[in-house]
């Protein structure tokens, strides 16, 4: 009975020690894409802030109409190149939580629209999908604006 219990309890610490660092570098991962997001949008490279959404994106954002990918990407490609506003973003990250393949990450972005003196605080949540090329992607997002 007590060598089962010493089986046991190596198998539990294992599983412990060898899924921790998967998903502590997980974690890390998307950390890293939402931070690299925020530095493409604010530096003005479309094409990079895109690559955080999948193909299969659907944003629902409070007020607005659903949108896919397609309609996210225009939307983000519009605001970057208005040459009458500059947008900036910050992010403050509230939660990541990695299940496999999935993860859900709270979040608030807040959004300076100058020279409006626009600010716009936005919570959310995101929804990412590791893919086939091995980088998580927005699947979907949900998001309002936060009354001030």
Not at 76 to 96: G, T, W
Not at 128 to 147: H, P, Q, S, T, V
Request: proline share 3%; glycine share 4%.
């Amino acid at each position: 009975m007590r060598s089962r219990l010493a089986v046991l309890a190596a198998v539990i610490l294992a599983v412990v020690f060898v899924a921790s660092p998967a998903a502590a570098s997980d974690v890390d991962d998307i950390r890293a894409r939402l931070e690299q997001w925020t530095d493409d949008f604010n530096a003005g490279r479309a094409d990079e802030a895109c690559d955080l959404f999948s193909s299969e994106a659907i944003s629902s954002y409070r007020g607005q109409p659903e949108r896919s990918y397609d309609e996210i990407c225009a939307l983000l490609r519009k605001s970057i190149a208005d040459p009458a506003n500059d947008y900036h973003y910050e992010l403050d990250l509230r939660e990541i939580i990695v299940e496999g393949d999935l993860a859900v990450v709270r979040l608030t972005w807040t959004l300076f629209i100058s020279p409006l003196n626009i600010t716009s605080v936005e919570p959310g949540m995101d929804i990412f999908r590791r893919e086939a090329d091995g980088k998580w992607r927005i699947i979907r997002y949900l998001a309002y604006e936060e009354e001030l």
